[in-house]
Structure formats: C-alpha cells, structure tokens
C-alpha cells in the first residue's frame, strides 16, 4: 500500500487532455513537501517530468504541467501523442516517516 | 554528462545476500546524495534509503532498517547496496539514482538514475 495514492490506470485518445491526481496527507504533500512525477516507459527506469510542483526540465514538453492543492498533487497531460503510453510515478516525503515515498503508479494507454 | 552505471544481474537464494553496484561519473562524487529504490515485477517503486557518499552517512526506510547497508567508495566514484535474508518478495529491479542538487535537503528529485539491476531469488 503506497503512501501517495494514485488511480492505477487512466486513458484517452490521442489529442485528448488527461490528468492523474496524487493523493497524500498531512505529513507530506499537505506539510508543503513538493511533489516531483516521473515518466517510466517499459523496460527502462524512471525520468523526472515534473519537479517541485510543476517545473520542467529541459526536453519536456509544455504538454506536461503539475498543480497542487492541500493535500494532493495533479498532473496533466494535453495533446495526447501515442509516445506518452507509459506508467507515471509521483514522489514526496512524508516528515512522520522521515521518508522519501513514491504513489502507487499510474498506466496511461492512449486509445 | 552524469552516469550511473549498475552492476548486472543477480540470481541468489533465499536466505542470502546480494550487492549492488552504481558506478558514478561526469560530476563531483561526493557532492550528490544516491538513493536506492526498487521494483518489483508489475509493481510501483519503492524507496530504500539513501547514502552520502563523502560522508558514508545513510538513511534507511523501516522497511530495511537492518537488513540493507548502502556503502560508499570514494576512490572509485562508487556506492554499494547490500540487502541481506533475502526473500522471494525481494525478487525487485533495484536502482540507484543521484539526487538533482548538492545537499542534504529532501526536497530533491532523483536524476539521473542507473539502468537497473534485476535481482532474482529462487
């Protein structure tokens, strides 16, 4: 059972916008920890998307944003493109387990 | 630019140990924390602790508070991860990844990361 919940699966067709929320609490997200996501495409190790809420590094496209509110953190994806099919991870840490913790994962299929 | 390198694949048995290397390049070794994180078939990632690797100081989840040592080489711009009693639940890719910015702080992302290692026990 991960810390930050994530729905496993979401899709969309291509062209579409869909957003994968990340769901903490209190002792990480909620106590202003920033919320990183990365994209892991099969077979290979996960790369960050998105760092400190919704920064992203150079090569990423501004198809890619992140946003927060309370307790939760969101990322969404516009124009959806058959390259974006991978599984999307967010990352925090939690202050009351003095760890760095990581949802559960979401698999994006593009239609 | 920045690498992390792992070592290859492991098959071991239960009740062992195995050791993981992340050979390290193209920056100032000892300025980066490395964190160490696995993934078990089909699963999502799960963080295991991390090292300094100037000072050799760790931080380990509660999951492995005992069982994994994480260890550093200077001289060869190397960290270590040695998980101990292992089990089929340990049968994981394991990685390493290098923190984004120099210091301490938790508020860093993981970049780069190795390849990954595939440990299997059976």
């Known amino acids: 059972q991960s810390v930050l919940t994530q729905p496993p699966s979401v899709s969309g067709a291509p062209g579409q916008r869909v957003t994968i929320f990340c769901t903490g609490n209190?002792?990480?997200?909620?106590?202003?920890?920033?919320v990183h996501w990365y994209q892991q495409l099969p077979g290979t190790a996960p790369k960050v998307l998105i760092y400190?809420?919704?920064n992203r590094p150079s090569g990423v496209p501004d198809r890619f944003s992140g946003s927060m509110s309370g307790t939760s953190a969101s990322l969404a994806i516009t124009g959806l493109q058959a390259e974006d099919e991978a599984e999307y991870f967010c990352?925090?840490?939690?202050?009351?387990?003095?760890?760095?913790?990581f949802g559960g994962g979401t698999k994006l299929t593009v239609l | 630019q920045v690498q992390l390198v792992q070592s290859g694949a492991e098959v071991t048995k239960p009740g062992a140990s195995v050791k993981v290397s992340c050979k390290t390049s193209?920056?100032?070794?000892?300025?980066?924390?490395i964190h160490w994180v696995r993934q078990a078939p089909g699963l999502g990632l799960e963080w295991m602790g991390r090292?300094?690797?100037?000072?050799?100081?760790?931080n380990y989840a509660q999951n492995f508070q005992g069982r994994a040592t994480m260890t550093s080489d200077t001289s060869i711009s190397t960290v270590y991860m040695e998980l101990s009693r292992l089990t089929s639940d340990d049968t994981a890719i394991y990685f390493c990844?290098?923190?984004?910015?120099?210091?301490?702080?938790?508020?860093?992302?993981?970049?780069?990361w190795g390849q990954g290692t595939l440990v299997t026990v059976s």
């Open positions: 990844a290098r923190v984004s910015f120099a210091g301490s702080s938790w508020y860093a992302w993981l970049d780069p």
């Open positions: 193209g920056y100032t070794f000892t300025g980066y924390y």
């Open positions: 090292i300094n690797p100037k000072s050799g100081g760790t």
């Open positions: 209190s002792s990480n997200i909620g106590a202003g920890y920033d």
């Open positions: 400190g809420y919704n």
């Open positions: 990352q925090s840490f939690d202050i009351t387990l003095s760890a760095v913790v």
